[in-house]
């Protein structure tokens, strides 16, 4: 069986990749609507699985909230919070062509412009001192640096304290490598839990200044 002159196998490889690459929204206003994502690790989206995970440890916090989506990629866990309402969500990402597909994402769900969202086309350090000088801070933040880039990890811990970025009693969730871990305290960043699936964990921090 032939689709005009490409036959059906080899049309069928090159639809994978677009099948692979298109994540969806969970629960919310935004509920089952396709997000764009973006192929290879530099930019690995958050499985629909642990991102279901993830919200249900903290749904109870969600709603009004004011959340960092730091290391963004495509925008997917900034997005899942607006749809189940969080107030403000800022998206930190530093690819061009991520922020690209976040840009899209919002778009086709009528959210671009939006005084509910903001995009920082920066380095996770630049982005945070902006942050700083406009006084925002925040009740949940998610960091999810590439796994191959684990400094990123403590330098984000310390400058979210140092900075007053968080909230008193703020969530800090660092989604990492099941080979990596992260420690149980960092100054007033105090580790409640740790929640593993497949080769990624879930550690969530409680601040208390």
């Given amino acids: 069986m032939t689709l005009g002159t490409i036959p059906w196998f080899q049309l069928w490889w090159r639809l994978i990749p677009l099948l692979l690459t298109m994540v969806r ?29 993830l919200f249900n440890l903290v749904q109870s916090r969600i709603a009004e909230s004011v959340f960092l989506d730091c290391f963004a990629g495509s925008g997917s866990i900034g997005i899942e919070a607006l749809s189940r309402g969080a107030a403000f969500v800022v998206f930190v990402e530093e690819s061009s062509r991520a922020v690209h597909v976040i840009r899209q994402n919002l778009t086709l769900l009528g959210e671009d412009g939006s005084v509910r969202c903001q995009i920082l086309s920066q380095k996770a350090e ?18 999810d640096p590439p796994y191959a880039d684990a400094d990123q990890y403590p330098r984000a811990f310390e400058q979210l304290q140092s900075s007053e970025l968080l ?7 660092a989604e990492h490598s099941k080979f990596l871990a ?28």
């Fill in 182 to 209: 992260l420690p149980a305290q960092a100054t007033y960043l105090e580790r409640r839990r740790e929640v593993r699936q497949g080769d990624s964990v879930l550690s969530l921090y409680h601040f208390q200044a």
């Fill in 126 to 143: 630049a982005a945070l001192k902006s942050l700083e000088r406009t006084g925002r801070k925040f009740d949940i933040v998610f960091l």
């Fill in 167 to 173: 909230n008193n009693e703020a969530l800090v969730v």
């Fill in 25 to 53: 929204v969970i629960a919310g206003q935004f509920k089952s609507r396709k997000l764009r994502t973006l192929d290879g690790q530099a930019t690995r989206p958050t499985s629909d699985r642990l991102k279901e995970t």
